[in-house]
């Protein structure tokens, strides 16, 4: 990658016309740069991404409120232009011509990795028909951080994004999702999430659902337990903040060797500090095993 001066894309074309480069090399101004932000936690921003956004002449945000918020945190002074649902489409066509003509521009969602349920899908696809080149930064995601935080079986998983509004539209987004064997991640509105797990225990009440909220930040929380479990207890949980929310797979059906499956008891217990009977009820509706079989490993164990 070629390091380019800090005074833009002006004193980046002098510098090239003026040592008589090739014009191939011009075309690396023409980049993209999709550009991931902290979540939460402000400390969570590279290095690489401030030195990216310095440099940069226009940095396209959802909301350049909060954009602004954390560039002067780290004191980078940059241009910014709101670009989100309703108008991205309208100001693409002058965005490419800016590119073209050798501007250096980043795209920013207002937390984590742009283009994941935020705007700029449709410009990236424009800027490969174009020949221009997007470069990707790469730093948080709460997709990934909530993966990771939940226990849930990390591979496969499914991101599914934001959960429909309506009731008949998300029946149908989970009778879906629901089939899937892996882990499915899904961002909901934190005012729909008691609805939601309503839903869930009607149509899944023994599978196994993790809620995260706010994650790297202070009040950071993740709890898991049955559907339907949840739903009853639904009222507990505080209606603030940012939310994910993780499915497990459906039942497994393979043979789990008694070893296996006195290690997932235990885990179940230490982990959520839930009773024997508790870990077992859990568990049996989770995977296809009987009760009967899960209490005599524990009282031989």
């Given at each position: 990658m070629v390091a380019w001066p800090s005074g833009k894309a002006e004193a980046c074309k002098a510098s090239i016309l003026s040592s008589n480069l090739s014009a191939t090399l011009y075309t690396k101004l023409m980049t993209l740069y999709v550009?991931?932000?902290?979540?939460?936690?402000?400390?969570?921003?590279t290095f690489r991404a401030k030195e990216i956004l310095?440099?940069?002449?226009?940095?396209?945000?959802?909301?350049?409120?909060?954009?602004?918020?954390?560039?002067?945190?780290?004191h980078i002074k940059a241009k910014l232009i709101s670009f989100f649902q309703?108008?991205?489409?309208?100001?693409?066509?002058?965005?490419?011509?800016?590119?073209?003509?050798?501007?250096?521009?980043?795209?920013v969602s207002?937390?984590?990795?742009?283009?994941?349920?935020?705007?700029?899908?449709?410009?990236?696809?424009?800027?490969?028909?174009?020949?221009?080149?997007?470069?990707?930064?790469?730093?948080?995601?709460?997709?990934?951080?909530?993966?990771?935080?939940?226990?849930?079986c990390p591979i496969p998983f499914q991101f599914c994004g934001f959960i429909p509004?309506?009731?008949?539209?998300?029946r149908i987004f989970f009778e879906s999702l629901l089939t899937y064997s892996?882990?499915?991640?899904?961002?909901?509105?934190?005012?729909?999430?008691?609805?939601?797990?309503?839903?869930?225990?009607?149509?899944?009440?023994?599978?196994?659902?993790?809620?995260?909220?706010?994650?790297?930040?202070?009040?950071?929380?993740?709890?898991?337990?049955?559907?339907?479990?949840?739903s009853e207890q639904k009222d507990s949980?505080?209606?603030?903040?940012?939310?994910?929310?993780?499915?497990?797979?459906k039942k497994e059906t393979e043979e789990i060797s008694d070893e296996e499956l006195v290690k997932r008891l235990t885990q179940l217990q230490s982990t959520h500090s839930c009773t024997k009977k508790?870990?077992?009820?859990?568990?049996?509706?989770a995977i296809t095993i009987s009760k009967k079989r899960l209490y005599n490993l524990l009282l031989n164990d």
């Open positions: 550009v991931s932000t902290p979540i939460g936690n402000l400390q969570d921003f310095s440099s940069c002449d226009l940095v396209l945000c959802e909301d350049t409120r909060q954009t602004k918020k954390l560039l002067d945190h780290y309703h108008n991205e489409l309208q100001k693409e066509d002058e965005i490419i011509r800016h590119l073209q003509k050798g501007l250096l521009i980043a795209i207002d937390a984590g990795t742009p283009l994941l349920s935020d705007p700029g899908l449709s410009l990236v696809q424009r800027c490969h028909k174009e020949g221009i080149k997007v470069e990707p930064i790469p730093g948080p995601s709460a997709i990934l951080a909530s993966l990771v935080l939940s226990g849930f509004k309506k009731q008949s539209e998300k892996g882990t499915s991640i899904c961002f909901e509105s934190i005012h729909r999430l008691h609805e939601t797990l309503e839903l869930l225990a009607k149509l899944v009440p023994q599978r196994i659902i993790g809620i995260a909220r706010e994650i790297s930040k202070m009040h950071e929380t993740f709890v898991s337990n049955t559907a339907k479990n949840l949980i505080p209606l603030k903040g940012e939310v994910v929310l993780l499915i497990s797979g508790e870990a077992i009820e859990i568990l049996c509706h």
